[in-house]
């Protein structure tokens, strides 16, 4: 299957610093999303970006489908932003079955 | 527009017992996909429903099983349980085919 990869693993910052989280994939996409799973274990959902830029308040995110990357830029962080933020990717040929990457765990500090 | 509810929330069970979990998806969503998240193998995928056929099977023995409805809500049991089948249990649905999934809050499943 497709191989998703995610850097870094752990991240540590300062409350109001910025911070950017790559995802790799090693085959074409039709789906990519990026979750924040909170401490209770639910992913939220704050991307669907296949292709493209968007944004949302302090997020954003950029996935260059060509070149087979995703990037996820935090500004300004919160100690609300801690978690662990997942980058899964969907084939297209999978019917919907989704492969995650390992995850960056994310710890702001005030 | 309520979101993607799985019942129980928390489950404890023994060794060789049965257990089915419960997924309600969101209103109008056709897809459900399982998902099993542990510390050391992270989020696997199980299997997938769509209009009630199994789509997709991922790599799990078959102990793991599932199926889902006609109004799309979907249930998978694990028989014969194993301490290793010890996890959170995510159930997701979709609109369509790769379009945005939406996860539900999970069912966390702890077997001694």
């Known amino acids: 299957g497709i191989q998703v990869e995610q850097s870094p693993p752990d991240l540590i910052l300062q409350e109001g610093a910025n911070s950017t989280l790559r995802c790799n994939f090693s085959?074409?996409?039709?789906?990519l999303q990026w979750f924040h799973q909170n401490p209770w274990g639910q992913l939220i959902n704050l991307f669907y970006i296949p292709s493209g830029t968007k944004q949302n308040g302090r997020l954003s995110a950029t996935t260059v489908a060509t070149e087979r990357y995703s990037l996820l830029y935090i500004s300004s962080s919160q100690t609300t932003d801690s978690g662990v933020y997942f980058c899964a990717v969907e084939p297209g040929n999978t019917g919907n079955q989704f492969y995650f990457g390992t995850g960056t765990s994310l710890t702001v500090i005030p | 527009k309520a979101g993607v509810t799985q019942t129980p929330r928390y489950l404890i069970k023994t060794r060789g017992q049965q257990v089915t979990l419960s997924c309600s998806p969101i209103s109008g969503h056709r897809s459900v996909s399982w998902y099993q998240q542990t510390p050391g193998q992270g989020l696997q995928f199980l299997f997938e429903y769509f209009s009630e056929t199994q789509r997709n099977k991922g790599n799990f023995p078959g102990r793991f099983s599932g199926r889902q409805f006609s109004n799309s809500r979907s249930e998978m049991n694990v028989s014969t349980l194993e301490l290793g089948d010890s996890a959170l249990y995510l159930c997701?649905?979709?609109?369509?085919?790769?379009?945005?999934?939406?996860f539900g809050p999970g069912t966390r499943l702890t077997v001694t």
């Open positions: 085959d074409s996409v039709n789906n």
């Open positions: 997701a649905s979709s609109l369509v085919d790769s379009y945005e999934q939406y």
